[in-house]
Structures are given as structure tokens and as C-alpha cells.
């Protein structure tokens, strides 16, 4: 009994203490964001979308990797774009996109947004902004800087996730 007691205490106070972390803002102020913005939701649209994605994370990723510092990012950025445009241009011709698109650096509008339980409210955003054709579809964005959204292009997907509470549970029972 008394360890189905602490047991049920410790769920509780585990519970408590991550709502309390999870509520906390996870995107610093001065983030810079990358958005991705499609002609629309169709789904030719949306995997032009992705492919563009990937490709722009994948540059970021080597151009941002060994970054200190917003300024220095925001530098990086600034220098690369014309770069960084050009190889979107390349994959646009290889998808035989026949829609104009923009890549832009600067303060853009991002929609409210839900993040690992937080609420971004909506608002004027330093980012990197790619849109496709009319930019009418569902965005895809993330924080390059620092690099919340890299570090997940990164991850290897073959991970095993296990409830910490499940083998609490596990262990004492």
C-alpha cells in the first residue's frame, strides 16, 4: 500500500513539475525562423512543399552548424541567401514547377502556432521565407536559430520511446 501511495505521489509531482516545463516559452526572442509557405493544399503543392523543406534544412544545417550567436546567423544568412536561392531555383526546375516562387530574408508575419504543448502567439518574426507560387497553402516553419527545427531534421527516426512513468510503474509493482 505504501508504495502504491508514493508511487501515485511521484506521478503527480512528475506531472506538475513537466506542465510547469512544457508551459515555459521555448523559442527565444530573438530566434530566427524558417517558413515554408505553398501555392496551395493540394498535394502536388504540399510535396513540393516538403521537398523544398528538406533541401532549405539540409543548407541550413551545414551553413548554421558551428553558429554562436543570432547576429552571427542572421551574417551567415544574409550572405548565402542568393545561394541558397539558386538551389531552390534548381530543385523548382527539377520538379517542373511551373509556378514563380520568393525566398526572403527579413520580418514576417507567422500564424499562432501549437509547439510541444506551447502556444506561439502570431506576430512579426525575423526569418528566412520561402513561398511558392500564390503562398496560399499550409505553412511549414520552424527555428533555425538557434537550431530547434536542424537539430530535428537531424535526429535519426528509428527511436524507441518509452514512458517514464510506465517503468516506474513497471518497477515497483
Not at 532549405?56 to 544545417?61: A, H, K, L
Not at 536561392?85 to 514547377?97: A, C, G, S
Not at 520561402?130 to 520552424?142: A, D, I, Q, R, Y
Not at 536542424?150 to 524507441?160: F, K, M, Q, R, S
Amino acid at each position: 500500500m505504501k508504495k502504491t501511495i508514493l508511487l501515485f505521489l511521484f506521478i503527480i509531482v512528475f506531472y506538475i513539475i513537466v506542465g510547469h516545463v512544457s508551459a515555459e516559452k521555448l523559442i527565444p526572442d530573438d530566434a530566427i525562423r524558417l517558413r515554408v509557405i505553398p501555392n496551395s493544399d493540394s498535394q502536388y503543392d504540399q510535396e513540393v512543399k516538403l521537398k523544398v523543406r528538406d533541401l532549405v534544412q539540409s543548407e541550413m544545417y551545414t551553413l548554421l552548424k558551428d553558429t554562436k550567436g543570432s547576429s552571427e546567423a542572421r551574417q551567415k544568412i544574409i550572405l548565402e541567401l542568393p545561394k541558397i536561392e539558386e538551389k531552390v531555383k534548381q530543385l523548382l526546375i527539377t520538379e517542373k514547377y511551373p509556378l514563380g516562387y520568393k525566398v526572403d530574408f527579413g520580418q514576417h508575419y507567422f500564424p499562432e502556432k501549437q509547439y510541444k504543448g506551447v502556444t506561439y502567439e502570431a506576430g512579426n518574426y525575423e526569418s528566412l521565407l520561402v513561398t511558392l507560387g500564390k503562398g496560399e497553402g499550409s505553412n511549414w516553419w520552424c527555428v533555425l536559430f538557434p537550431p530547434l527545427c536542424l537539430i530535428e531534421a537531424e535526429e535519426n527516426t528509428d527511436v524507441e520511446y518509452k514512458s517514464f512513468v510506465a517503468e516506474l510503474i513497471e518497477k515497483f509493482m
